[in-house]
C-alpha cells in the first residue's frame, strides 16, 4: 500500500492587510519543507500529519510527504504559493498511490478562488479520479461543496482551542485505511446553516459549541466514522462562510444524512447563543482595576484578552488599542504580547539590553478592509531582553511543534513588559514566554493577543479574564464587516 501525504493550511481573513506568499508556509521564511525534512519536522508532533505518518507505518505502507506547509492566518494566499504547493502534491498523486491523507484548515481563499481546498481536491481528482482521499480540516473551515465532492473521508477538529489536532488525524486516517483494508465503506453527507458564529462564542468548553461537540462525539460511539460540526470562520467575505456539518458512515448514505441535518438543526436552533456581546474598552479596564483591588495574593494574573488583533485570525498584531489603554489607565506589573514590529526590533538590537530608547511602536500596518490606518504610539522605555525567538510548543496545543517569533525584544514603557516581535505568533503556549525570559504567571496583568487558543496552554494561569475591544482586522463587531460575498440572507447579519 502506498500513500501521500501532505500538509497545505491557511486560515484566510480577506479582511486582512498581511500577506501570505509561499515563504509564510514554511519556518523562518523558507519555503515549506518536503519529503524527509517534512517528516523530521512533523513526526512525534500534535498534528494530524504526525497521526498521518504514524498510521502509516504502523500500517507498513510506504508513502510520501511532498509538501507540509502551515502558515499564520492573513490575507489571500498568493496564486504562486497555493500553485507550487498544489502542483507538488498532484505530481506526487499522479506517480500513483492508493490513497491520499491531507492535513488542510478549510479556509483558504487564494488570489483566484474562494475555496482553494475544493480547488486543490479538484485537481487530485483530475489526475487520480478514483483514489480515496481522506482530509482533517479545522473546526473553522468554511465548507464548499467542492470538498465534499471530491474527498471520501473528511473530519474536523472537535475542540477549539484545538488540542485535538492529532486525534483528528487519526479519525480521518483510520476511517480511509479501513477502507482500503476492505474493513469499511465510507458514506458521507454534508450541509450548511445560514449563520455565521462570532469567534468569541466559538469555545468548545462554551455552550453551545460545547453540547454541539459532544454530540459529534456521540455519534461517532454509535457507529459514525467521523462526524463534525465545523463553526466556520466569519473574518472572510466568500459566499459560504459559516457553519457547517459533515458526518461519515459506514455504508449508510440515509444515516450519514439524518446525522448532518440534525447537527444542522441543533445548531440553527440555538443560534443567538453564538452571538457575542462587546463591552466597551473603558469599561473593560476599569473592570481589570478593580479586579486586581480584591485578587488575593498568590493568584494568577488577570487576563486581557486583545481579541481584535489576533494573528491566529489574520490579524496585523500591530494595533496599540488596548496597549495603550493600559499605559493610559496605569496598569503596571504586566506583560503584553506581543506587538509585530519587525522595524522596532532592529532599533532595540541596535541599542542593546539596559538601553532606554523612544521609539514610534506598533500601527505600521493600515487596514483598508475595515478602513483603518495603522496608528504607531511613540514610547519611552528600557530595553530589558534581546533573543532571537526560537521555541517548541510545550501543549496541550500544537505539542512539539517548533515555532518562530523571529528577532525579537522585552521593552519596558511604563511597568508594562512589551514582547515586540518580528514574525507573528498567537499566544497559547507557554513557550514563547520562556523563551524571552518571562514567568507570566508571577505578573498582576497579562495582555494577550489572543480570541480562545490561549486558554489551551494559559487558561489553568488565569485569576480571571477581561475581553477587551480593540481594533483590528479580527474584530468581532459585524458592523465594521463589509459584507458583499457573504449568502443572504444569514444570521445574525439579517434577522431570520
Same mark, same amino acid.
Given at each position: ?46 498534528? @494530524?500529519?504526525? $497521526?498521518? &505518518?504514524?498510521? /502509516?507505518? +504502523?500500517? !507498513?505502507?510506504?508513502? *510520501? ?5 502551515? =502558515? ?11 500553485? @507550487?504547493?498544489? $502542483?507538488? &502534491?498532484?505530481? /506526487?498523486? +499522479?506517480? !500513483?498511490?492508493?490513497? *491520499? ?5 478549510? =479556509? ?19 489526475? /487520480? ?368
Amino acid at each position: 500500500m502506498k500513500l501521500v501525504i501532505a500538509q497545505m493550511k491557511h486560515e484566510t481573513n480577506t479582511f486582512s492587510p498581511v500577506p501570505t506568499p509561499l515563504e509564510r508556509f514554511g519556518f523562518e521564511g523558507n519555503p515549506p519543507p518536503r519529503g524527509e525534512e517534512a517528516v523530521a519536522a512533523y513526526r512525534g508532533t500534535g498534528s @494530524a500529519i504526525a $497521526a498521518f &505518518i504514524e498510521l /502509516a507505518e +504502523a500500517a !507498513g505502507a510506504q508513502y *510520501v510527504v511532498p509538501v507540509a506547509g502551515s =502558515a499564520w492566518p492573513s490575507g489571500p494566499v498568493e496564486d504562486a504559493a497555493f500553485e @507550487a504547493m498544489s $502542483a507538488l &502534491i498532484c505530481d /506526487a498523486v +499522479a506517480q !500513483g498511490c492508493d490513497g *491520499v491523507l491531507l492535513d488542510l484548515h478549510g =479556509a483558504m481563499v487564494t488570489q483566484t478562488y474562494e475555496d482553494g481546498e475544493g480547488e486543490l481536491l479538484r485537481r487530485i481528482r483530475a489526475v /487520480a479520479p478514483d483514489v480515496p482521499v481522506g482530509v482533517a480540516l479545522d473546526m473553522h473551515t468554511n465548507l464548499y461543496d467542492g470538498m465534499g465532492d471530491h474527498s471520501t473521508v473528511i473530519a474536523g477538529y472537535q475542540t477549539y482551542p484545538h488540542i485535538d489536532m492529532h486525534g483528528t488525524g487519526l479519525r480521518a486516517g483510520r476511517a480511509l485505511l479501513a477502507m482500503l483494508q476492505g474493513r469499511a465503506k465510507p458514506a458521507m453527507a454534508w450541509g450548511r446553516a445560514d449563520m455565521l458564529p462570532h469567534v468569541m462564542r466559538q469555545g468548545s468548553d462554551d455552550e453551545p459549541n460545547r453540547s454541539l461537540q459532544a454530540r459529534c462525539r456521540e455519534m461517532e460511539a454509535q457507529g459514525a466514522l467521523c462526524a463534525s460540526v465545523f463553526v466556520g470562520f466569519p473574518n472572510a467575505d466568500i459566499k459560504y462562510a459559516g457553519l457547517s456539518a459533515v458526518v461519515v458512515t459506514d455504508n449508510d448514505p440515509a444515516l450519514a444524512r439524518k446525522w448532518t441535518d440534525e447537527l444542522l438543526t441543533l445548531a440553527w436552533q440555538r443560534r443567538e447563543e453564538f452571538v457575542y456581546r462587546i463591552e466597551p474598552l473603558a469599561e473593560s479596564m476599569a473592570r481589570a482595576l478593580a479586579l486586581a483591588a480584591t485578587k488575593p495574593p498568590g493568584t494568577g494574573p488577570i487576563v486581557l484578552l486583545d481579541h481584535s488583533d489576533n494573528c491566529a485570525s489574520g490579524g496585523t498584531m500591530d494595533t496599540m488599542t488596548v496597549l495603550g489603554a493600559m499605559l493610559d489607565a496605569g496598569l503596571t506589573d504586566a506583560v503584553a504580547f506581543a506587538i509585530f514590529d519587525p522595524e522596532a526590533v532592529k532599533k532595540m538590537m541596535a541599542a542593546g539590553v539596559g538601553a532606554t530608547i523612544t521609539l514610534p511602536l506598533g500601527g505600521k500596518l493600515d487596514m483598508p478592509g475595515i478602513g483603518l490606518k495603522g496608528e504607531p504610539r511613540v514610547v519611552t522605555g528600557r530595553v530589558r531582553r534581546l533573543s532571537d525567538g526560537q521555541y517548541r510548543n510545550r501543549g496541550p496545543m500544537s505539542t512539539g511543534e517548533r515555532g518562530s517569533m523571529g528577532p525579537c525584544a522585552v521593552l519596558e514603557v511604563q511597568g508594562v513588559q512589551v514582547v515586540v516581535i518580528s514574525d507573528h505568533v498567537e499566544p497559547n503556549d507557554l513557550a514563547p514566554f520562556t523563551a524571552v525570559g518571562i514567568a507570566p504567571e508571577t505578573m498582576k496583568f497579562v495582555m494577550l493577543k489572543s480570541r480562545i487558543h490561549w486558554r489551551a496552554g494559559l487558561r489553568s494561569l488565569a485569576h480571571a479574564v477581561v475581553e477587551c475591544a480593540g481594533t483590528g482586522v479580527c474584530t468581532s463587531d459585524y458592523s465594521l464587516l463589509k459584507f458583499k460575498n457573504v449568502r443572504r440572507p444569514i444570521y445574525p447579519l439579517d434577522a431570520i
